[in-house]
């Protein structure tokens, strides 16, 4: 998880390390504009003030139904034996009768489907009426136990300012979020970034599922924390 830290307590540790009084300390400057490839994926601040920000996933792939009802049949069951005793996770709510219930028959099989399938379509549905500009149909990412997948996370960042930054260089960090990694075992592998005058490539997550469960994560669901960090560019030989 990265820590929660104020742009002024930055600014100050600057000053500190720069041991340079002309240094600027005008905040603004540690800012990093942000360029959203999909309307709404702007990294939201944790607190006001704070560097640390809440980042979502971005889906691009869509799922058909068909493709999904097959990738249950794959993911639950050999034959007509469990494949995995986990639980079913969607967007972090567990489904009810797959999780109570044990030694499914198999005509029982297109039941436990049309549950999965109704929790994905009501909370794809929810997340539209809040965000009416984003297509969330099919959008989900599938991970099984153990399976980690990298996925972009919906901005590019740059940061205009950076040459007034002097002996500093930036780099923009993926760390892992509480509540996935906590709660459901989803983890993020750690990762940074170098920031540069001009925007690059999209920021991207890679998540990996260290449950026994199978989980279905939502197109804009909030997966990690990212945050700026500054250091002392080394001297060049």
Same mark, same amino acid.
């Given at each position: 998880?990265c820590?929660s830290l104020?742009?002024d307590v930055?600014t100050?540790?600057?000053?500190?390390?720069?041991?340079d009084l002309t240094?600027?300390?005008d905040k603004?400057?540690f800012?990093?504009?942000?360029?959203e490839?999909?309307?709404g994926f702007?990294p939201k601040a944790?607190?006001?003030g704070d560097i640390?920000?809440n980042?979502k996933?971005?889906i691009?792939?869509?799922?058909s139904l068909e493709? !999904?009802?097959?990738?249950?049949?794959? *993911?639950?069951?050999? /034959?007509?034996q $469990? =494949?995995?005793?986990?639980?079913?996770f969607?967007n972090?709510?567990?489904?009810?009768?797959?999780?109570?219930?044990?030694?499914?028959p198999l005509?029982?099989?297109?039941?436990?489907e049309r549950?999965?399938?109704a929790?994905i379509q009501?909370?794809e549905q929810?997340?539209?009426?809040?965000n009416p500009?984003v297509n969330?149909?099919g959008?989900? !990412?599938?991970l099984?136990?153990?399976? *980690?997948v990298?996925? /972009?996370?919906? $901005? =590019?960042?740059?940061?205009p300012?950076l040459s007034l930054?002097g002996?500093?260089?930036a780099?923009?960090?993926i760390?892992?979020c509480?509540?996935?990694?906590a709660?459901?075992?989803i983890?993020v592998?750690?990762?940074?970034?170098?920031?540069?005058?001009e925007?690059?490539?999209e920021?991207k997550?890679?998540?990996?599922n260290d449950s026994n469960? !199978?989980?279905?994560?939502?197109h804009? *669901?909030t997966v990690?924390?990212?945050?700026?960090?500054?250091a002392?560019?080394?001297p060049?030989d």
């Amino acid at each position: 998880m990265c820590s929660s830290l104020g742009v002024d307590v930055m600014t100050e540790s600057m000053l500190t390390e720069t041991k340079d009084l002309t240094f600027p300390l005008d905040k603004n400057l540690f800012q990093p504009e942000f360029i959203e490839i999909e309307p709404g994926f702007r990294p939201k601040a944790i607190q006001p003030g704070d560097i640390a920000a809440n980042v979502k996933l971005c889906i691009r792939h869509q799922w058909s139904l068909e493709r !999904l009802e097959s990738a249950l049949q794959d *993911s639950l069951w050999y /034959g007509d034996q $469990f =494949k995995t005793p986990g639980l079913v996770f969607v967007n972090g709510k567990q489904i009810a009768s797959y999780s109570v219930k044990r030694n499914y028959p198999l005509n029982q099989l297109d039941e436990i489907e049309r549950e999965i399938i109704a929790l994905i379509q009501q909370a794809e549905q929810a997340a539209a009426e809040q965000n009416p500009e984003v297509n969330f149909v099919g959008r989900w !990412l599938m991970l099984r136990p153990g399976e *980690s997948v990298t996925e /972009g996370l919906g $901005f =590019k960042v740059t940061m205009p300012n950076l040459s007034l930054l002097g002996p500093f260089s930036a780099e923009y960090r993926i760390c892992s979020c509480r509540s996935l990694g906590a709660q459901h075992g989803i983890n993020v592998t750690k990762d940074s970034r170098p920031i540069n005058s001009e925007p690059e490539d999209e920021v991207k997550v890679n998540l990996k599922n260290d449950s026994n469960d !199978l989980h279905f994560i939502l197109h804009g *669901s909030t997966v990690a924390e990212g945050m700026m960090a500054i250091a002392i560019t080394p001297p060049s030989d």
